[in-house]
C-alpha cells in the first residue's frame, strides 16, 4: 500500500496525473478539492481525507486499513504542551478539517489516532534528484528503525517507493533508515528525534557521541556563538530567496556566513564536514544558480564534490551524493555550452545536451577568464562526471529507473564511455587534480 499527496503545482504532466491516479483515488476527492480551490487543504489533511474517502467507499482493502491501524500513533505524546499552540492543538483542527471535508462517520477520537499516524510514519516523497514533493505512506518502511548510521535508504522511482541498501546487510540483520538529517551533531539528532518521534537516541553513533563515525566536536564559547550567527545568516538568505525572490542578495549573506569558519578552517578547528557549513554551502549553491552567477556555481558545487560529500556520505553510490555529482556535471556542461571547453576531451557537447540543461541567456556573467585562468579541460571533465553518475545510478536509484535512464541518455551525447584507454584516464586524474586545487583555492583555503 502507498498513498502519495503531491499538490498539483508540482506535477509536469497533468495527463499522466489523471490517468494515473483517477482510479485509485482522485475521483473521491476531486469534488471535494475543487471546491476550495484555489486555497489547498495541508498535504496531513489531504491524506486523511483521501483514506477516510478510501474506506467510506469500500475500495480500501481490509488488510491495508489494518496495516495502517497497526502504525503507533503517540496521541498521549502528542497531547504534553510544547511552545506556543501545541501540536496537540494542530491535531485536533486537522482532524476535524479532514471529517468535515470527507463526511466520514467515523468517530473524531479515531480521525485524531490517523492524523498522528501520519505525522509519525508519513516519509517526504522526493524527486529523483530529491526535491522535496509531498508525503508518502507505506507501512513497510514505516515499520524500520531509525539509525544514525542507517544501512539503507528510502528512494523514489516516480509513484514506486524502495528501500536500497548501503552497504552489504547480512542475514537477519535489521534493517535501519535515518528518520532525519544524520549529518547534524548528536545534540542536534536527539533534540529532533525526540520532538518529532518521542525517543531518545541509543544508536552506537549518539551513544559514543559521534557523527558519521567521526567524533563530535565539542564548540566552545566562541565557536557555538559563531554557528549561532551563521544560522542566523542563514535563515535571512532564506528569507531573501523565497520571500523577497532575490537570490543574489542571498548569496551574499550566505558568502557572509561561510566566511565566519574560514579562520578556523584553516587553523583545523573546525572540520569541513561539520554543519552548518555544508549546509551553507548547499544553499549557496542554490541561490548562484538562481542568481545565474556560474562562477560561484561551479566553485560551491567543486568544493561539496572534493571536500564534503566523500565525508558526509561515504558511498560514492549513495542517493544524495550521486544527485549532487549529477548537479555538478550539468554545470560543467553548461560551462562547455557556453564554448569554454578548454581542449579535446573527445567528446561532443552540445548547447541543447541532455534534459534540464541550462539555457544561456543575455546578460548572463561571462566566466571565460575564471574558466580558462585555471586551465582545466571542462570538456573532459564533463564527460568524466557524466561517467562516474552512469556508474552509479544503477545502485542508487535503480537500473531501470527514469533518473537512471535520463543520465544514460546524457552518456550517450557526451560519449562517456567507461574510460576508453589508459590515456584518457591519466588526463582525467590531471584534471581531477586541478579541479580539486581550484574548489580550495576559490573559497580561500590556498
Known amino acids: 500500500m502507498v498513498f502519495l499527496v503531491i499538490p498539483l503545482k508540482d506535477f509536469t504532466d497533468m495527463n499522466a496525473c489523471q490517468s494515473q491516479a483517477w482510479k485509485h483515488h482522485h475521483k473521491h476527492e476531486c469534488k471535494i478539492f475543487s471546491k476550495l480551490y484555489p486555497n489547498v487543504l495541508p498535504n496531513t489533511v489531504r491524506m486523511v481525507v483521501q483514506l477516510l474517502l478510501l474506506r467510506k467507499a469500500n475500495v480500501l482493502p481490509d488488510s491495508d486499513w489494518d496495516s495502517f491501524m497497526k502504525l503507533q500513533h503517540h496521541l498521549d505524546d502528542f497531547r504534553k504542551p510544547a511552545d506556543g499552540q501545541t501540536t496537540w492543538e494542530t491535531i485536533q483542527l486537522m482532524s476535524k478539517a479532514a471529517k468535515e471535508y470527507s463526511g466520514t462517520p467515523e468517530p473524531l477520537d479515531l480521525i485524531e489516532s490517523m492524523t498522528g499516524r501520519l505525522l509519525i510514519n508519513s516519509l517526504t516523497l522526493v524527486s529523483p534528484t530529491y526535491e522535496p514533493l509531498g508525503l508518502c505512506l507505506d507501512p513497510f518502511p514505516a515499520l524500520a528503525n531509525h539509525s544514525c548510521a542507517p544501512n539503507a535508504v528510502v528512494s523514489y522511482d516516480g509513484p514506486h517507493l524502495s528501500v536500497r541498501s548501503l552497504s552489504p546487510i547480512p542475514h537477519s540483520t535489521e534493517i535501519t533508515i535515518s528518520y532525519i538529517d544524520i549529518t547534524n551533531p548528536v545534540p542536534v539528532r536527539r533534540s529532533e528525534l525526540q520532538t518529532r518521534y518521542f525517543f531518545t537516541c541509543a544508536c552506537p553513533e549518539c551513544t559514543h557521541n559521534t557523527t558519521l563515525h567521526l567524533p563530535d566536536l565539542l564548540p566552545g564559547p566562541s565557536l557555538a556563538a559563531l554557528e549561532t550567527q551563521a544560522l542566523s545568516l542563514r535563515l535571512t538568505a532564506k528569507q531573501q530567496q523565497e520571500q ?71 558511498q560514492p553510490f549513495h542517493p544524495l551524493r550521486v544527485v549532487h555529482k549529477w548537479v555538478l556535471a550539468k554545470l560543467v556542461l553548461h560551462v562547455c555550452a557556453l564554448g569554454v571547453g578548454g581542449g579535446d576531451g573527445g567528446v561532443n557537447v552540445r548547447a541543447e545536451s541532455g534534459p534540464g540543461v541550462l539555457e544561456a541567456e543575455s546578460g548572463d556573467e561571462d566566466i571565460r577568464p575564471f574558466t580558462k585562468n585555471w586551465g582545466i579541460d571542462w570538456v573532459l571533465v564533463a564527460s568524466g562526471l557524466v561517467e562516474e553518475v552512469k556508474g552509479d545510478v544503477g545502485r542508487s536509484h535503480g537500473e531501470g529507473s527514469v533518473f537512471a535512464r535520463v543520465v544514460g541518455r546524457e552518456g550517450e551525447e557526451v560519449g562517456a564511455n567507461g574510460g576508453a584507454n589508459e590515456r584518457r584516464r591519466e588526463a582525467l586524474e590531471r584534471e581531477w587534480m586541478k579541479l580539486k586545487d581550484l574548489a580550495a583555492g576559490e573559497m580561500g583555503f590556498v
Not at 587553523?267 to 545565474?292: C, K, V
Open 244 to 314: 523577497q525572490q532575490n537570490p543574489a542578495a542571498a548569496l551574499s549573506t550566505l558568502s557572509s556566513a561561510l566566511a565566519l569558519f574560514t579562520p578556523y578552517l584553516k587553523s583545523g578547528s573546525f572540520p569541513p564536514h561539520r554543519q552548518p557549513y555544508p549546509h551553507l554551502h548547499h544553499q549557496a549553491l542554490l541561490a548562484a544558480l538562481a542568481a545565474r552567477q556560474w562562477t560561484k556555481a561551479l566553485t560551491h558545487s567543486l568544493y561539496i564534490y572534493f571536500h564534503i560529500d566523500p565525508v558526509l556520505f561515504a
